[in-house]
């Protein structure tokens, strides 16, 4: 599980602004947020067993975020997903024309969902969604949110994010760094009544269900918070905080450049 709250084109100073979480399993190998000594012009963690990552920026203002797709039919042998957000931030290609070039092979991976991004264009594509335009789907502006579904789909801490996000545009950058890192890491869950259940044991689906994920018997929660600003004179800002097995801050990394 994972959750991506973004605006886009809504503040009048950042183009963009993100606050994200990474759910994952504690025992997948994973490296902070730093610029990759392979493509130095990536920003990003990375998943150490595969290589890719989840999130990420690049220093010409391109950003890609990945969530996987819950309760979708397995795919044996997939390739690795982290690898197509990874893939866009190296590469030249445009959100559309990478998506072009991914729908063909796109029914070959688990299900997903990818945020592409540059400085003029937003785009979205999941291969679990039906009548896909080959390129993507525009994304227009506004507060949007992305869990492991589709995109703007209303699990409740779809809402609850992407109204803690709308109430933080307001604030100066300090005050609203707080309170993002706040909202990312509520840990209570909504009413049952509410859970997108698909399965599993009903106190693993109310640790999933909260922007926070904390499930210490299976090993698994957020592994890590990011929050990202990309400000319409090019000034990039990344945040990442993350999170040890037992729900408590294990690290902040900071990274601040201009893009070119």
């Not at 902070?32 to 010409?60: E, H, I, Q, Y």
């Not at 409740?156 to 760094?177: I, T």
């Amino acid at each position: 599980m994972c959750l991506v709250l973004f605006a886009l084109d809504a503040h009048p100073r950042h183009r963009l602004l993100v606050a994200a979480n990474r759910d994952e399993h504690f025992a997948r190998p994973t490296s902070p947020a730093a610029f990759w000594d392979d493509a130095p012009d990536v920003l990003a963690g990375r998943d150490l067993d595969k290589g890719g990552t989840w999130l990420g920026v690049a220093r010409d203002g391109r950003f890609a975020a990945l969530t996987n797709y819950r309760g979708a039919a397995p795919v044996p042998d997939g390739p690795s997903r982290g690898a197509l957000a990874a893939d866009y931030l190296r590469g030249t290609l445009s959100p559309a024309a990478f998506i072009e070039t991914l729908s063909p092979r796109a029914a070959s991976y688990q299900g997903f969902s990818l945020l592409l991004g540059d400085a003029t264009s937003m785009r979205y594509y999941s291969n679990r969604l039906e009548a896909s335009p080959a390129g993507g789907i525009e994304v227009g502006t506004g507060i949007h949110g992305l869990s492991n579904h589709l995109l703007d789909t209303p699990w409740p801490k779809v809402v609850r994010g992407r109204r803690a996000l709308e109430a933080s545009l307001g604030l100066d950058p300090q005050a609203r760094e707080q309170q993002l890192v706040a909202a990312l890491s509520d840990r209570a869950p909504p009413p049952d009544e509410q859970l997108a259940t698909m399965g599993a044991p009903i106190a693993f689906e109310r640790a999933l269900a909260s922007p926070f994920i904390h499930a210490p018997e299976r090993d698994y929660g957020t592994r890590c918070s990011t929050l990202l600003s990309i400000d319409r004179d090019g000034r990039v800002c990344f945040v990442e905080y993350t999170w040890d097995r037992k729900g408590r801050p294990g690290g902040l990394v900071r990274h601040a450049f201009a893009i070119g």
